[in-house]
């Protein structure tokens, strides 16, 4: 046992010789040659920034761009721009969304930079004017104007034809363009031709009712279609009064003129 | 019975046909001492109410065709069918019922066996026979009419028709041979069976103005204007129908050319223009109108010309109608009593009286042909109908001619006067009626959609 221990001791110290002789060889190495020039650094790589002001803009408006760069020798600006400064500003009126790209080369390679413009849409017009308030003289007239309604064989406006026809003459004040023709009804009691007569009469009883009234007796017209336009066709008082009317319509037929009185 | 050759010595009436070619000689037309008997009961017929006169008696057989070609045999059917319809309708005869006459007819005067048709049962006065054959391309109907209680001397009339081959021509054979056969028999009255009837019907929707038949066969449109037309009115010499449209969008007064079927120059007026009247001598048309305010009479020149007015009342003044013998007078309607009533004036606006004294709406006046009478509609109290009346100017009596059957209106005369034309609901609808003047035998002649306001062809 005693043995081993004595070879272990000496495996240490030959390698502690061995270090130290080691380390006299480096220093030698060092002094020897002259070191040689330091290889130029590399060309540093260009870099560049870009940026948009503003970033948002409504169609038809502009932005502005700005952009920067180092180490670079040829700029390009897309879209629109070309060949660009290193450094500068350029109005863009873009009309949709875009992003625009400076691509700057130097020796030391290539690099780019983005920037975006959005565009939003202008916003909506302002609401048309709103359409003039109410209905059409016309739904006016068909809403407002009254029938005026008759005994049976008259002409005479009763006390209800005549509310109705003040209504309509102040309807008419307010409408003073207006032109119309009144339709002369009958029931269906009576002859044909004596009802054609009677109906023409009820009509000019209600124009004449309007025009004593201060309506112009230019804008209404007359017509009489006897007892052949019914509303109503039961066989009854309730039926005929409906049907025995003086009734005014939309719109007039020019009349001949009529000839020279004997 | 007498041989054609004797026959030709007699007296000779020459009938005045349009249609029909003479016979001459192989026919003679036997007119001889001309049937006193039926002449003297002609007389006695007369217009209006007074026509219960005892009727003539005839039969009328069914005219033979004389090959089996279907087209004769399709127009004899409606020859036979025709000439029955006519002499029913004419008013003035008592037709015996077939279903007693012997079994073979007569085609020729040789065939007659007279005491088969005097006696019982048939019993007849007249006898009408004939044959129907095809020559040359023609109908051609050989027609008789026999009085078989004078077998002496019987022939009365004999007659033959040439026609192309077509239904309306045969239907005019058989209107002219009633017509000779009604105006023989008739007191001279020329018949009616080849009158028209001019009307409104509403059967597209529009009133339109129609023409027909009287029979009521043949109705055809006059105007198709998709509006209201109304009122029309033969001109006397029925070459003109005057009438209303509203087409132009007013109401004015067209006239209408039955032989040029153009509109002829009628002026305008505002306003309601309506029920034309013409004169009996044609010159002149009486009408209503508003173009001075309200409707009133006037009367013009039928080519406008001449514009007179004739009422001067602040109502309706409407439905004018001449008198058709003198034109001296217009009738008309008016309201200015409170409710529509009918008036005479002489026709120049003077002489003004009322007709009807009665109450009610009386309305719708039509002179008859001899201005004897004048027709009207009338509707005596409010919770009344309106009916058809006659009225005897000359007297004031009034008759009611229809009763219980919807409302009957507008009647207007045949140019016979044994007839009238109106407008009746009494079965539904309002359609085109025709009666007799006596308000008996009415029937219907239209039947498709609404038909009104008639007027009889003169």
């Known amino acids: 046992m005693r043995e081993r221990k004595r070879s272990v001791e000496l495996l240490v110290t030959v390698l502690g010789l061995l270090l130290l002789l080691g380390a006299c060889n480096h220093q030698k190495k060092v002094v020897a040659p002259p070191p040689p020039p330091p290889p130029p650094p590399p060309p540093a790589a260009p870099v560049c920034t870009l940026t948009a002001e503003p970033t948002t803009i409504e169609t038809g408006q502009s932005a502005t761009l700005n952009w920067s760069s180092q180490n670079a020798t040829d700029?390009?600006?897309?879209?629109?721009?070309?060949?660009?400064?290193?450094?500068?500003?350029?109005?863009?009126?873009?009309?949709?969304?875009?992003?625009?790209?400076?691509?700057?080369?130097?020796?030391?390679?290539?690099?780019?930079?983005?920037?975006?413009?959005?565009?939003?849409?202008?916003?909506?017009?302002?609401?048309?004017?709103?359409?003039?308030?109410?209905?059409?003289?016309?739904?006016?007239?068909?809403?407002?104007?009254?029938?005026?309604?008759?005994?049976?064989?008259?002409?005479?406006?009763?006390?209800?034809?005549?509310?109705?026809?003040?209504?309509?003459?102040?309807?008419?004040?307010?409408?003073?363009?207006?032109?119309?023709?009144?339709?002369?009804?009958?029931?269906?009691?009576?002859?044909?031709?004596?009802?054609?007569?009677?109906?023409?009469?009820?009509?000019?009883?209600?124009?004449?009712?309007?025009?004593?009234?201060?309506?112009?007796?230019?804008?209404?017209?007359?017509?009489?279609?006897?007892?052949?336009?019914?509303?109503?066709?039961?066989?009854?008082?309730?039926?005929?009064?409906?049907?025995?009317?003086?009734?005014?319509?939309?719109?007039?037929?020019?009349?001949?003129?009529?000839?020279?009185?004997? | 019975m007498k041989s054609p050759a004797s026959a030709k010595a007699g007296s000779i009436r020459i009938p005045k046909l349009v249609l029909a070619a003479l016979l001459g000689t192989a026919l003679a037309i036997v007119a001889a001492p001309f049937l006193t008997c039926s002449r003297a009961r002609a007389q006695q017929i007369t217009v209006g109410t007074s026509s219960g006169a005892p009727r003539i008696k005839i039969a009328v057989t069914e005219f033979q065709p004389q090959s089996t070609d279907a087209n004769l045999t399709s127009l004899t059917q409606e020859f036979n069918s025709v000439l029955w319809n006519d002499l029913?309708?004419?008013?003035?005869?008592?037709?015996?019922?077939?279903?007693?006459?012997?079994?073979?007819?007569?085609?020729?005067?040789?065939?007659?066996?007279?005491?088969?048709?005097?006696?019982?049962?048939?019993?007849?006065?007249m006898l009408a026979y004939g044959k129907t054959e095809i020559l040359n391309q023609n109908l051609v109907v050989t027609a008789y009419l026999y009085d078989v209680k004078n077998p002496g001397n019987p022939s009365v009339l004999a007659k033959r028709y040439v026609a192309t081959l077509d239904e309306i021509s045969t239907r005019q054979v058989a209107h002219t041979f009633a017509n000779e056969i009604v105006q023989t028999l008739g007191g001279g009255l020329p018949g009616i069976a080849l009158t028209k009837i001019a009307f409104v019907s509403k059967r597209t929707g529009h009133d339109e103005i129609y023409v027909m038949d009287y029979d009521g066969f043949n109705q055809h449109p006059i105007t198709s204007y998709g509006s209201l037309s109304l009122t029309p009115r033969w001109s006397p010499d029925n070459s003109k129908l005057a009438f209303t449209s509203y087409v132009s969008g007013n109401p004015e007064i067209l006239i209408y050319s039955m032989l040029s079927h153009h509109l002829l120059p009628f002026p305008k007026y505002p306003g309601l223009n309506v029920t034309p009247a013409w004169s009996p001598d044609g010159k002149k048309i009486a009408f209503c109108s508003s173009l001075g305010g309200d409707p009133e009479i006037y009367v013009s020149n039928a080519d406008g010309s001449g514009l007179q007015?004739?009422?001067?009342?602040?109502?309706?003044?409407?439905?004018?109608?001449?008198?058709?013998?003198?034109?001296?007078?217009?009738?008309?309607?008016?309201?200015?009593?409170?409710?529509?009533?009918?008036?005479?004036?002489?026709?120049?606006?003077?002489?003004?009286?009322?007709?009807?004294?009665?109450?009610?709406?009386?309305?719708?006046?039509?002179?008859?042909?001899?201005?004897?009478?004048?027709?009207?509609?009338?509707?005596?109290?409010?919770?009344?109908?309106?009916?058809?009346?006659?009225?005897?100017?000359?007297?004031?009596?009034?008759?009611?001619?229809?009763?219980?059957?919807?409302?009957?209106?507008?009647?207007?005369?045949?140019?016979?006067?044994?007839?009238?034309?109106?407008?009746?609901?009494?079965?539904?609808?309002?359609?085109?009626?025709?009666?007799?003047?006596?308000?008996?035998?009415?029937?219907?002649?239209?039947?498709?959609?609404?038909?009104?306001?008639?007027?009889?062809?003169?």
Not at chain 2, 95 to 101: A, Q, T
Request: net charge negative.
């Open chain 1, 75 to 262: 700029l390009d600006l897309e879209p629109g721009g070309g060949k660009v400064q290193a450094s500068g500003t350029q109005s863009v009126t873009p009309n949709e969304s875009t992003t625009y790209t400076l691509t700057v080369t130097g020796p030391g390679g290539n690099s780019s930079c983005t920037a975006r413009v959005t565009v939003t849409a202008p916003p909506p017009p302002p609401p048309p004017p709103p359409p003039p308030p109410g209905p059409s003289e016309q739904e006016l007239f068909n809403q407002n104007m009254k029938t005026a309604y008759f005994d049976f064989d008259k002409s005479d406006i009763r006390p209800d034809a005549q509310t109705a026809l003040q209504s309509d003459a102040d309807f008419l004040k307010q409408h003073p363009d207006i032109k119309f023709t009144f339709e002369g009804n009958c029931d269906e009691r009576g002859s044909e031709e004596y009802n054609l007569g009677l109906g023409q009469r009820r009509a000019d009883a209600a124009k004449k009712f309007l025009v004593d009234s201060g309506i112009s007796g230019d804008n209404i017209s007359t017509i009489s279609y006897g007892k052949d336009r019914p509303v109503c066709t039961d066989h009854n008082e309730q039926c005929w009064q409906q049907n025995r009317n003086a009734k005014p319509a939309w719109g007039t037929e020019s009349q001949p003129a009529a000839p020279p009185q004997q």
């Open chain 2, 309 to 458: 007015r004739l009422t001067f009342s602040p109502t309706v003044d409407i439905s004018p109608v001449w008198n058709p013998k003198t034109g001296a007078e217009i009738a008309f309607v008016s309201d200015r009593s409170g409710s529509p009533q009918i008036y005479i004036m002489n026709s120049d606006g003077s002489n003004l009286r009322r007709l009807i004294t009665g109450g009610g709406d009386a309305s719708e006046p039509a002179w008859s042909p001899d201005a004897q009478f004048m027709a009207f509609e009338w509707r005596v109290s409010e919770t009344g109908t309106y009916d058809a009346y006659l009225i005897d100017i000359a007297s004031g009596q009034i008759t009611q001619l229809t009763h219980d059957a919807g409302r009957n209106e507008h009647p207007t005369w045949s140019p016979d006067g044994r007839h009238l034309v109106f407008e009746s609901t009494r079965g539904g609808s309002r359609e085109v009626w025709m009666m007799l003047a006596n308000g008996s035998n009415p029937k219907q002649l239209t039947t498709q959609g609404e038909n009104w306001n008639p007027n009889w062809s003169n």
């Open chain 2, 88 to 125: 029913d309708n004419a008013g003035i005869f008592d037709l015996v019922s077939r279903s007693f006459y012997p079994v073979k007819p007569p085609i020729a005067p040789a065939d007659v066996v007279f005491d088969q048709w005097a006696n019982p049962p048939v019993s007849t006065q």
